[in-house]
Nanobody
């Protein structure tokens, strides 16, 4: 059974930092792009960041570019999201996502087959 388990969320003041982790089990995703998405109350889920299988290519939403960094450790089957200079508008439930095959539309949540349960990030002003 495939599981993605996120951790690292919490409450932080604006300007602060958090590091999210996503540990995968049940199968390896080392050959596939992995992604982070988020959903704020009353809003649709949106793409945050993605990383290629080797880690050589990373992709970010314009709203987080320069503040967030995605990375991965394939030996640990784990993906990370370092979030710096957090803003109140970053408040959301953050989800880790993995595909069951190679994908090209890494920004499209419909491409991903496996999702974590989400971790809440709250940024106070």
């Amino acid at each position: 059974q495939v599981q993605l388990v996120e951790s690292g969320g919490g409450l932080v003041q604006a300007g602060g930092s958090l590091r999210l982790s996503c540990a995968a089990s049940g199968r390896t995703f080392r050959w596939y792009t992995m992604g982070w998405f988020r959903q704020a109350p009353g809003k649709e889920r949106e793409f945050v960041a993605a990383i290629s299988w080797s880690g050589g290519n990373t992709y970010y939403a314009d709203s987080v570019k320069g503040r967030f960094t995605i990375s991965r450790d394939n030996a640990k089957n784990t993906v990370y999201l370092q979030m710096n200079s957090l803003k109140p508008e970053d408040t959301a439930v953050y989800y880790c996502a993995a595909p069951g095959r190679a994908i090209s539309r890494w920004y499209d949540g419909n491409e991903y087959d496996y999702w974590g349960q989400g971790t809440q990030v709250t940024v106070s002003s």
